[in-house]
């Protein structure tokens, strides 16, 4: 009687002589070989072994048969049973028996019970051959019984057997389940003497074994090519494993090396490629370039591999523009997905929401969400996490607290409801974040150090600070410590109100603590010294940055004084902005264009005096410099710059640059010839490649450098990105969208009677923070359009995404528009009422960006003609002064 059948035991039989057994046996011999046991249930197959041995005349050869059939049935119990069983009718097993039963365990992956069959061999007198033992070291080695493999070499060695090189490779795998590596170095080193040597799997499997020594590794690697052992795609996946753990900026280097040789790859090496990319942000790039490569070489790509491509982007720069940039390729890579026809799951929407909310993308993030939902994924607490912080960097607290809703309902996090009390007192509802906390306590969550940083940065937002500081020292006496993240939440609240006292108070209490203010927390200090007009703190403040942060990674630190410059421009404080300029002469053209700025109600004696021995002049020269260097690497097309975008602040540079030399009547001759024969007809390609791709093969002939038939910048990329008057005037000729002076004269005139009162522009009309933009528009549709109808110029005052603005400098910080609208989808509403073939007539009082000539370039190539004219702050800023 058979027992379960995960305990199943052949029990031995009872010797029966009849004629009736006689021909059951024969029968069931018969139904063992001609493949019926395939289609047996266990407890059926079972049943047939036991009749068979139940017949008097049972020989070797009969069992062996049934352990072929137990064989394919990978029933390694029932085999071993019927060993015993044989033993029972006094039918010793032969080499060829244990040989077999050896297989069926091996290839169950049950190492043990063929390690225990080996000592039984040996017990019985029986010598296992080498088949048999490399058998149990396979089965071993799937287990990591790394020491009982070592010991069947040893009993092989002792008995005289000689191992070949499956043996070792065997072996080494055993040692390299349990990281091993010294005894596999070992073993690599008796495989050497071996008649046959090493091959390229006893490489593969010591390498894998020696993954945390990846100079070992690569010293393997020199060693099996001196022996002229061709690597393949496990070599190369060990290898790239190895480097992504020690030495991640090698593995780049070391896979294009390998793809030299010809050495083709596979998912599992482009997997170990991406690893390093992970472990080094700075490896974001190689991250892409993998992606085409397995695209251009057909290996499969699942959802896992684009997942953590995302991830490599998505963390790869956590600060300004180059966050801004990775974020969009984060998008690209979601609509590579959809391409490819993966499905996206969780982690996929999680790293793409993450990206959006890094940007301040709110709408972008609860969208995403929503696509999550549409698609029938059930959206879980990092979802909600990523969805609920994007509203609080919005100051969306209605949606933050939707969204704390619907996360309940799954089960809410700590930090759903802390995101929730930021969202409310960022919107100053800091009375609904205050309640939220007892809210809190209800649904039976505990608060910890990130939901008490937040109730003290609400209590911040009201006005009560001493709250805030009661919080503080009732954390203490509880035992929790603060952290850099709560010094500088509450500094970045303080920022509402302007409360640049508390935010120094607060700063002291930290540090008497032990919290060091982080980066960012200088930003906010200076930000709130600098609207308080405290300028010696600021100087204060900017030294102890410096000094504590010399080299800080993905901030560049003209970015604090174009802060401050800007301050200087808003107050009119024309000697603090020559001040800072003078201490650090390297902040950049931006930084020289605000302080200039400042600068322009100055008599030009003032001016000199204040400059003293630097001279008025003194920003001329290392402008000139920078721009030049800018230029020389557009035109060579050498890298200058962090990320892939270098091109468009190397444009900036020069931008910049020819505008303040043209403004203040200095000759910049040299600059802008270079510009225009080594640059100017690339940037001009990139503007028509967006409509006319031909134009790249057309540019690239017959120049010193090529772009390899790829423009200088391309979609987003065109995107805040301008050329100087000079030469954005220079490409609206070349483009055939260029207006008359009458047109321009005519556009001012409108604009201006657009400008409110001087009594309605409450804190002054030449104010950066206002944002203040104004378009005047007017078109002509064809006498095709039905809809159409005769527009005679219609202003409209606000923002252009993406172009300069009005009545502000260049150098304005982003963080002071305050009016998105998109340039493009403006042009195509008047392309719908005017129809093709009409006509239209556009005045700006700002540069257009390369992507709103890009947009107008399309709109004339599609029939409708366009007229543009503009003018640049330094005209638009004299209406107002």
Known sequence: VCTSPSTAQIAPAPVVQSQHHDRGHRRGISRLLNGEARRMRRDELNGEI????????LNVRECMVALKVLGQRKLWQEAVGLMKSMSFRRLEPDQFVFNKIISICASSKEGLPAWDLLRTMRQRRLFPDVYACNMVIGALATGGSWEKALSVIDSMKRCQTIPDVVTMNSAIAACAQSSRWMEAIQLLDEGQQLPSGPDVMTYGATMHACEAKWRLVLHLLDEMQNKKIQPNEMISASVMGACAKGSPEKSTDLFTSLKEQGIRQNKVSYTAALSACHKDQYLWEWSLWYLQEMKTTGVEIDIGIMNGIMAVCEKAHQWGQLQKRNTKIVEQLLDDIKYLELTPDIITYSHTMAAAKQVGAWQRVLGLLNQACIQKLQPDGVLYTHAISACANGSRWEHALTLLAAANAVGSLEFHWSSAMTACAQATQWEHAISLASQMLQVGLQPEIVTKTALMCAYVHGGHWPVALELLSMMLDSGEEPNHITLTSVIRACMQRGDFAFAVKWKVEMEALGVQPYLTTYVFLIALAAEAQEW??????????????????????????????????????????????KDYLDSGVSSTNAMLAACEDLDWSEFKDLCEELGPASWVQGAKEAALSAELALARGWYTGHGSGWQQDALGQVAMTLDLLSWHGISAAELKNKFAHGVFDFVLAAVIADTDTTVLHRASTGRTHTRLRQPILKGPQLQNVMLSSDFTKQALQSLELAASETWLTTGRLRARRELPAKEEAGDGLDNPARGLRARWISFRPSKKCAEGHENRGTVVLGADAGCKEWLAPHALDKAFTRFPQEHRQLLRDIMKVAGTHGSVRMYMSYAPCLACLATLFQLRTAGLRCEVAFDTWRETRSWTC
Do not use: T
Request: with cysteine.
């Open 50 to 57: 036991q009749r068979l041995l139940a017949d008097s005349a």
């Open 536 to 581: 010696k703190w600021v100087q204060y403040l900017l030294a102890e940055s410096f000094a504590r942060y010399p080299q800080a990674d993905n901030f560049d630190v003209r970015q604090l004084y174009n802060l401050v410059l800007l301050k200087c421009l808003k107050f009119g404080n024309a000697p603090r902005a020559i001040a800072f300029w």
